[in-house]
Protein backbone atom coordinates (compact mmCIF):
# COMPACT_ATOMS: atom_id res chain seq x y z
CA UNK A 1 0.00 0.00 0.00
CA UNK A 2 1.29 3.22 -1.23
CA UNK A 3 0.51 6.34 2.04
CA UNK A 4 0.87 9.69 0.81
CA UNK A 5 1.09 12.15 3.57
CA UNK A 6 0.69 15.75 3.38
CA UNK A 7 3.31 17.72 4.57
CA UNK A 8 1.76 20.83 4.70
CA UNK A 9 -1.14 19.52 6.81
CA UNK A 10 -0.64 21.44 9.87
CA UNK A 11 -0.94 24.81 8.22
CA UNK A 12 -4.35 24.21 8.81
CA UNK A 13 -4.30 24.93 12.22
CA UNK A 14 -7.80 27.40 13.45
CA UNK A 15 -8.28 28.14 17.02
CA UNK A 16 -12.60 28.03 17.34
CA UNK A 17 -15.54 26.55 15.36
CA UNK A 18 -19.32 27.61 16.34
CA UNK A 19 -20.83 25.42 18.41
CA UNK A 20 -24.18 25.92 19.86
CA UNK A 21 -23.97 29.56 19.99
CA UNK A 22 -20.12 29.44 21.41
CA UNK A 23 -16.87 29.81 19.69
CA UNK A 24 -15.12 25.80 20.77
CA UNK A 25 -12.03 24.73 20.50
CA UNK A 26 -11.80 23.28 17.19
CA UNK A 27 -12.50 19.00 16.68
CA UNK A 28 -10.63 19.01 13.18
CA UNK A 29 -6.35 19.41 14.57
CA UNK A 30 -3.41 18.89 13.22
CA UNK A 31 -2.49 16.33 16.20
CA UNK A 32 -5.34 13.76 14.29
CA UNK A 33 -2.29 13.20 11.72
CA UNK A 34 0.71 13.15 13.82
CA UNK A 35 -1.53 9.94 15.59
CA UNK A 36 -1.80 8.09 12.15
CA UNK A 37 1.93 8.68 12.05
CA UNK A 38 2.70 7.22 15.05
CA UNK A 39 0.43 3.93 14.97
CA UNK A 40 2.22 3.55 11.18
CA UNK A 41 5.49 3.74 12.74
CA UNK A 42 4.51 1.34 14.94
CA UNK A 43 2.80 -0.93 12.50
CA UNK A 44 4.56 0.11 9.36
CA UNK A 45 1.16 -1.46 6.83
CA UNK A 46 2.54 1.16 3.51
CA UNK A 47 5.56 2.80 2.05
CA UNK A 48 5.02 6.54 2.65
CA UNK A 49 5.86 9.22 -0.04
CA UNK A 50 4.76 12.69 -0.15
CA UNK A 51 2.18 14.41 -2.96
CA UNK A 52 3.11 14.61 -6.97
CA UNK A 53 1.81 18.70 -7.79
CA UNK A 54 -1.50 18.92 -8.52
CA UNK A 55 -2.82 21.27 -11.89
CA UNK A 56 -5.32 23.69 -11.95
CA UNK A 57 -7.26 21.45 -14.49
CA UNK A 58 -7.12 18.81 -12.08
CA UNK A 59 -8.73 20.98 -9.29
CA UNK A 60 -11.42 22.49 -11.93
CA UNK A 61 -12.82 19.00 -13.19
CA UNK A 62 -14.42 19.09 -9.53
CA UNK A 63 -14.40 22.20 -7.98
CA UNK A 64 -15.83 25.95 -9.59
CA UNK A 65 -13.15 28.13 -11.42
CA UNK A 66 -14.54 30.95 -9.13
CA UNK A 67 -14.87 28.94 -6.00
CA UNK A 68 -11.38 27.67 -6.14
CA UNK A 69 -10.37 31.57 -6.86
CA UNK A 70 -12.04 32.48 -3.52
CA UNK A 71 -10.16 29.45 -1.09
CA UNK A 72 -6.35 30.92 -2.97
CA UNK A 73 -7.36 34.70 -2.02
CA UNK A 74 -9.42 34.42 1.14
CA UNK A 75 -6.92 35.22 3.23
CA UNK A 76 -5.27 37.95 1.50
CA UNK A 77 -8.75 39.77 0.76
CA UNK A 78 -8.98 38.99 4.82
CA UNK A 79 -6.42 40.89 5.65
CA UNK A 80 -6.48 43.81 3.40
CA UNK A 81 -9.89 44.51 5.07
CA UNK A 82 -7.76 45.21 8.43
CA UNK A 83 -4.33 44.19 9.38
CA UNK A 84 -5.80 43.04 13.11
CA UNK A 85 -7.37 40.20 11.02
CA UNK A 86 -3.88 38.29 10.74
CA UNK A 87 -5.07 37.53 14.15
CA UNK A 88 -8.55 36.20 13.36
CA UNK A 89 -9.63 32.99 11.96
CA UNK A 90 -11.90 33.53 8.96
CA UNK A 91 -15.90 32.45 9.79
CA UNK A 92 -18.80 33.24 7.80
CA UNK A 93 -21.94 34.91 9.40
CA UNK A 94 -24.17 35.22 6.61
CA UNK A 95 -25.40 32.64 3.44
CA UNK A 96 -27.70 32.96 0.48
CA UNK A 97 -30.94 30.93 0.83
CA UNK A 98 -33.87 29.80 -0.98
CA UNK A 99 -34.54 32.84 -3.31
CA UNK A 100 -31.43 33.97 -2.90
CA UNK A 101 -29.31 34.81 -5.58
CA UNK A 102 -26.57 32.52 -6.22
CA UNK A 103 -25.13 33.54 -9.49
CA UNK A 104 -23.95 36.95 -8.65
CA UNK A 105 -20.73 36.73 -6.87
CA UNK A 106 -20.79 40.00 -4.20
CA UNK A 107 -17.78 42.29 -3.40
CA UNK A 108 -18.20 42.45 -0.20
CA UNK A 109 -15.57 39.85 1.97
CA UNK A 110 -18.61 38.58 4.39
CA UNK A 111 -20.66 38.15 1.53
CA UNK A 112 -18.29 36.21 -1.22
CA UNK A 113 -17.59 34.04 2.35
CA UNK A 114 -21.23 33.21 2.94
CA UNK A 115 -21.75 32.25 -1.00
CA UNK A 116 -19.12 29.26 -0.44
CA UNK A 117 -19.86 28.05 2.70
CA UNK A 118 -23.00 26.17 4.72
CA UNK A 119 -21.51 26.52 8.04
CA UNK A 120 -19.54 28.62 10.85
CA UNK A 121 -17.95 25.41 12.01
CA UNK A 122 -14.98 25.76 9.39
CA UNK A 123 -12.56 28.05 9.98
CA UNK A 124 -10.03 29.57 7.58
CA UNK A 125 -6.29 30.38 8.18
CA UNK A 126 -3.48 31.88 6.44
CA UNK A 127 -1.92 28.28 5.71
CA UNK A 128 -5.67 26.40 5.04
CA UNK A 129 -5.50 26.89 1.25
CA UNK A 130 -1.88 25.78 0.93
CA UNK A 131 -2.72 22.76 3.34
CA UNK A 132 -5.76 21.81 1.44
CA UNK A 133 -4.39 22.01 -2.06
CA UNK A 134 -1.63 19.70 -0.84
CA UNK A 135 -4.31 17.20 0.33
CA UNK A 136 -5.79 17.56 -2.82
CA UNK A 137 -2.32 16.55 -4.47
CA UNK A 138 -2.20 13.54 -2.11
CA UNK A 139 -5.49 12.33 -3.05
CA UNK A 140 -4.59 13.22 -6.69
CA UNK A 141 -1.03 11.04 -6.19
CA UNK A 142 -2.89 8.18 -4.47
CA UNK A 143 -4.99 7.44 -7.30
CA UNK A 144 -1.60 8.40 -9.92
CA UNK A 145 -0.45 5.43 -8.13
CA UNK A 146 -3.49 3.30 -8.24
CA UNK A 147 -3.78 3.55 -11.52
CA UNK A 148 -0.17 2.91 -12.26
CA UNK A 149 -0.36 -0.70 -10.94
CA UNK A 150 -0.10 0.10 -6.83
CA UNK A 151 -3.35 -2.15 -5.50
CA UNK A 152 -4.38 0.29 -2.69
CA UNK A 153 -3.26 3.80 -1.74
CA UNK A 154 -3.94 5.98 1.29
CA UNK A 155 -4.43 10.30 1.26
CA UNK A 156 -2.83 10.32 4.64
CA UNK A 157 -3.99 14.66 4.36
CA UNK A 158 -6.22 16.69 6.65
CA UNK A 159 -8.79 18.80 6.34
CA UNK A 160 -10.76 16.49 5.46
CA UNK A 161 -12.97 16.69 2.17
CA UNK A 162 -16.06 15.01 2.08
CA UNK A 163 -18.79 17.60 2.87
CA UNK A 164 -16.62 20.07 0.27
CA UNK A 165 -18.74 20.27 -2.95
CA UNK A 166 -18.38 22.08 -6.80
CA UNK A 167 -18.66 25.68 -4.97
CA UNK A 168 -18.77 25.16 -1.09
CA UNK A 169 -16.95 24.36 2.26
CA UNK A 170 -18.14 23.27 5.55
CA UNK A 171 -17.96 20.26 8.24
CA UNK A 172 -14.10 21.27 8.14
CA UNK A 173 -13.28 20.20 4.40
CA UNK A 174 -12.64 22.72 1.61
CA UNK A 175 -11.37 20.58 -1.49
CA UNK A 176 -12.89 16.87 -2.12
CA UNK A 177 -10.57 15.07 -2.42
CA UNK A 178 -12.24 11.51 -2.34
CA UNK A 179 -13.82 13.19 -5.57
CA UNK A 180 -10.33 14.27 -6.67
CA UNK A 181 -9.09 11.03 -6.08
CA UNK A 182 -12.44 9.33 -8.04
CA UNK A 183 -11.91 11.92 -11.04
CA UNK A 184 -8.07 11.04 -11.60
CA UNK A 185 -9.09 7.33 -11.89
CA UNK A 186 -11.67 8.01 -14.38
CA UNK A 187 -9.45 10.39 -16.50
CA UNK A 188 -7.04 7.83 -16.06
CA UNK A 189 -9.10 4.91 -18.04
CA UNK A 190 -11.30 3.87 -15.51
CA UNK A 191 -14.82 3.35 -17.05
CA UNK A 192 -16.68 3.26 -13.25
CA UNK A 193 -15.69 4.34 -10.67
CA UNK A 194 -17.33 3.74 -6.86
CA UNK A 195 -17.04 5.94 -4.12
CA UNK A 196 -17.77 4.55 -1.10
CA UNK A 197 -18.31 6.80 2.12
CA UNK A 198 -18.00 5.38 5.50
CA UNK A 199 -17.59 8.26 7.90
CA UNK A 200 -20.38 9.12 10.17
CA UNK A 201 -21.42 11.96 8.40
CA UNK A 202 -22.93 12.03 5.09
CA UNK A 203 -20.88 13.16 2.12
CA UNK A 204 -22.96 15.56 0.87
CA UNK A 205 -19.93 17.21 -0.78
CA UNK A 206 -19.09 13.72 -3.05
CA UNK A 207 -22.95 13.46 -3.59
CA UNK A 208 -23.30 17.05 -5.35
CA UNK A 209 -20.59 16.66 -7.25
CA UNK A 210 -21.53 13.25 -8.54
CA UNK A 211 -25.38 13.18 -8.24
CA UNK A 212 -26.05 13.78 -12.24
CA UNK A 213 -23.63 11.40 -13.33
CA UNK A 214 -23.67 8.03 -14.28
CA UNK A 215 -19.60 7.25 -14.46
CA UNK A 216 -19.56 7.65 -10.47
CA UNK A 217 -21.45 5.44 -8.01
CA UNK A 218 -21.84 7.24 -4.67
CA UNK A 219 -22.93 5.58 -1.59
CA UNK A 220 -22.58 6.74 1.88
CA UNK A 221 -23.65 5.38 5.02
CA UNK A 222 -24.39 7.74 7.67
CA UNK A 223 -26.05 9.43 10.86
CA UNK A 224 -30.03 10.05 9.79
CA UNK A 225 -29.83 13.42 8.88
CA UNK A 226 -33.13 14.05 10.69
CA UNK A 227 -30.71 14.60 13.42
CA UNK A 228 -27.19 14.22 12.62
CA UNK A 229 -25.10 17.03 11.05
CA UNK A 230 -25.01 17.95 7.72
CA UNK A 231 -28.86 17.79 8.58
CA UNK A 232 -30.05 18.87 4.76
CA UNK A 233 -28.67 16.29 2.85
CA UNK A 234 -28.06 12.61 3.11
CA UNK A 235 -31.71 10.66 2.39
CA UNK A 236 -32.41 7.46 1.39
CA UNK A 237 -34.71 8.46 -1.39
CA UNK A 238 -31.67 11.08 -3.00
CA UNK A 239 -31.06 8.69 -5.34
CA UNK A 240 -29.42 10.82 -8.12
CA UNK A 241 -30.54 12.62 -11.17
CA UNK A 242 -31.12 12.59 -14.96
CA UNK A 243 -27.98 10.34 -16.21
CA UNK A 244 -27.22 9.69 -12.71
CA UNK A 245 -30.39 8.51 -11.02
CA UNK A 246 -29.85 5.19 -9.57
CA UNK A 247 -26.34 6.30 -9.15
CA UNK A 248 -26.24 7.75 -5.58
CA UNK A 249 -27.18 5.49 -2.59
CA UNK A 250 -27.59 6.78 0.78
CA UNK A 251 -28.11 4.62 3.88
CA UNK A 252 -29.03 6.45 6.71
CA UNK A 253 -28.68 5.04 10.52
CA UNK A 254 -29.81 6.42 13.72
CA UNK A 255 -27.78 7.71 16.33
CA UNK A 256 -27.01 5.12 18.36
CA UNK A 257 -26.50 2.48 15.49
CA UNK A 258 -24.61 -1.05 17.00
CA UNK A 259 -21.46 -1.96 15.28
CA UNK A 260 -23.47 -5.12 14.46
CA UNK A 261 -26.63 -2.86 12.61
CA UNK A 262 -23.60 -0.76 11.18
CA UNK A 263 -21.98 -3.91 9.30
CA UNK A 264 -25.08 -5.07 8.20
CA UNK A 265 -25.47 -2.24 6.69
CA UNK A 266 -22.10 -1.80 5.56
CA UNK A 267 -22.78 -5.16 3.26
CA UNK A 268 -25.89 -3.57 1.50
CA UNK A 269 -23.05 -1.01 0.54
CA UNK A 270 -20.68 -3.66 -0.16
CA UNK A 271 -22.98 -5.30 -2.46
CA UNK A 272 -24.30 -1.91 -4.38
CA UNK A 273 -20.06 -0.99 -4.87
CA UNK A 274 -20.06 -4.95 -6.32
CA UNK A 275 -23.30 -5.17 -8.84
CA UNK A 276 -22.22 -1.10 -10.67
CA UNK A 277 -19.13 -3.57 -12.07
CA UNK A 278 -16.46 -0.75 -10.92
CA UNK A 279 -13.09 -0.90 -12.28
CA UNK A 280 -11.37 0.90 -9.13
CA UNK A 281 -13.01 2.41 -5.48
CA UNK A 282 -12.63 5.40 -3.52
CA UNK A 283 -12.90 4.93 0.27
CA UNK A 284 -14.00 8.08 2.08
CA UNK A 285 -12.43 6.79 5.07
CA UNK A 286 -13.95 8.78 8.22
CA UNK A 287 -13.24 6.63 12.23
CA UNK A 288 -16.00 8.79 13.76
CA UNK A 289 -18.36 6.11 14.12
CA UNK A 290 -16.14 5.30 16.90
CA UNK A 291 -18.33 4.28 20.22
CA UNK A 292 -15.79 7.41 21.70
CA UNK A 293 -15.99 9.87 19.08
CA UNK A 294 -17.25 12.61 20.66
CA UNK A 295 -19.23 14.17 18.00
CA UNK A 296 -21.10 11.46 16.36
CA UNK A 297 -23.22 8.24 17.57
CA UNK A 298 -22.44 5.15 16.33
CA UNK A 299 -20.87 2.55 18.39
CA UNK A 300 -17.84 0.67 16.54
CA UNK A 301 -14.80 -0.59 18.72
CA UNK A 302 -11.26 0.21 17.99
CA UNK A 303 -11.22 -3.64 16.95
CA UNK A 304 -13.87 -3.23 14.20
CA UNK A 305 -11.76 -0.99 11.95
CA UNK A 306 -9.62 -4.11 11.03
CA UNK A 307 -12.93 -6.26 9.88
CA UNK A 308 -14.38 -2.93 8.26
CA UNK A 309 -10.80 -3.14 6.17
CA UNK A 310 -11.25 -6.65 5.66
CA UNK A 311 -14.75 -6.30 4.55
CA UNK A 312 -13.18 -3.42 1.66
CA UNK A 313 -10.53 -5.85 0.70
CA UNK A 314 -13.46 -8.79 -0.13
CA UNK A 315 -14.51 -6.24 -3.02
CA UNK A 316 -11.05 -7.11 -4.63
CA UNK A 317 -10.68 -3.35 -6.51
CA UNK A 318 -8.46 -1.09 -6.63
CA UNK A 319 -8.54 1.02 -3.93
CA UNK A 320 -7.56 4.69 -3.01
CA UNK A 321 -8.48 5.66 0.58
CA UNK A 322 -9.12 9.37 1.62
CA UNK A 323 -8.98 10.50 5.71
CA UNK A 324 -12.20 12.28 6.63
CA UNK A 325 -13.31 12.57 9.96
CA UNK A 326 -12.63 11.19 13.18
CA UNK A 327 -11.93 13.32 16.19
CA UNK A 328 -11.22 11.00 19.46
CA UNK A 329 -7.91 12.38 18.70
CA UNK A 330 -5.81 9.98 20.02
CA UNK A 331 -7.46 6.82 18.80
CA UNK A 332 -7.66 8.29 15.24
CA UNK A 333 -4.10 6.78 14.38
CA UNK A 334 -5.13 3.02 15.69
CA UNK A 335 -8.12 3.07 13.52
CA UNK A 336 -7.18 4.31 10.74
CA UNK A 337 -4.50 1.84 10.52
CA UNK A 338 -6.39 -1.28 11.76
CA UNK A 339 -8.35 -0.37 8.73
CA UNK A 340 -5.34 -0.66 6.51
CA UNK A 341 -4.27 -3.12 8.12
CA UNK A 342 -7.42 -5.29 8.26
CA UNK A 343 -7.12 -4.25 4.19
CA UNK A 344 -4.16 -5.96 3.60
CA UNK A 345 -4.38 -9.23 5.51
N1 LIG B 1 -22.79 18.44 16.52
C1 LIG B 1 -16.18 15.45 9.14
O1 LIG B 1 -16.29 14.48 9.87
N2 LIG B 1 -20.00 20.04 13.26
N3 LIG B 1 -16.84 16.60 9.40
C2 LIG B 1 -20.82 19.19 14.06
C3 LIG B 1 -21.37 18.65 16.39
C4 LIG B 1 -19.68 19.57 11.96
C5 LIG B 1 -17.68 16.72 10.55
C6 LIG B 1 -21.01 19.75 15.42
C7 LIG B 1 -19.11 18.20 11.90
C8 LIG B 1 -18.36 18.01 10.60
C9 LIG B 1 -15.28 15.43 7.96
ZN1 LIG C 1 -17.50 12.88 9.86
Not at 1 to 29: F, K, Q, S
Not at 205 to 226: K, N
Not at 270 to 276: F, G, K, N, P, S
Not at 293 to 316: K, N, T, V
Amino acid sequence: MRIVHNPDHHRHDARHEMYRGRLVPCHETPDRLAFVLEALRQRPVGVLSGPEPVSDAELRAVHAPRYLDFLAGAWEAWVALDPANAALDILPSVWPVRGFRHDVEPLNFAARLGLYSFDAGSPMVAGTWAAARAGAACAVTAARAVLSGEGSALALTRPPGHHAGPDFFGGYCFLNNAALAAQTLRDGGAARVAVLDVDYHHGNGTQTIFYARDDVLTVSLHGDPMTEYPFFLGHADERGEGAGLGWNLNLPLPRGTSAATWFDTLDHAAQAVERCQPDALVVALGVDTFEGDPISGFHLRSADYLRLGERLARLGLPTVFTMEGGYAVAEVGVHVVNVLEGFEA
